[in-house]
C-alpha cells in the first residue's frame, strides 16, 4: 500500500488485482486460501469480506482505485474447486463489495 500511496501522489493511477489465493495462479491452478471454507455459501461470503476489507484498507489509506480486478488469469473460473462450476457466484460475491 505504501508504494501505491507514492505513485498516486506522483499523478499516476493505481489500481488493485484481487489475487485470493495463497500462491501464484494461473488457468490450470485456481485454489482457494487453506484457511477459507470449501462450501460456497461461506466461501462467497470469505471472498466477500475479503474484498470489502482490502477496498476499506486502501480507502482508509487515502488510495483511490481508478479499477479493480477481481482475480488473474481467470478464464475458467476462480477458487477450484467451488469456482470452477460456480464462478458466477464467487464473481458477484466480490463484485458486491465494489459497490460499498
Not at 508504494?3 to 485454489?31: C, I
Not at 461470503?45 to 481508478?66: H, M, N, Q
Not at 475458467?76 to 464467487?90: E, M, Q, T
Request: charged share 25%.
Amino acid at each position: 500500500m505504501k508504494k501505491k500511496l507514492q505513485l498516486k501522489g506522483k499523478g499516476n493511477s493505481g489500481g488493485a488485482n484481487e489475487m485470493d489465493r495463497d500462491s501464484w495462479a494461473d488457468p490450470n491452478k485456481q485454489p482457494p486460501p487453506a484457511a477459507w471454507p470449501t462450501m460456497l455459501e461461506p466461501l462467497a461470503e470469505t471472498l466477500r469480506g475479503y474484498v470489502k476489507d482490502t477496498l476499506v484498507a486502501f480507502k482508509e489509506a487515502g488510495i483511490e482505485l481508478d479499477i479493480v480486478s477481481l482475480g488473474n488469469e481467470i478464464r475458467h473460473g476462480i477458487l477450484w474447486p467451488l469456482g470452477y462450476v460456480c464462478a458466477k457466484d464467487l464473481f458477484l460475491a466480490g463484485e458486491m463489495s465494489l459497490k460499498l
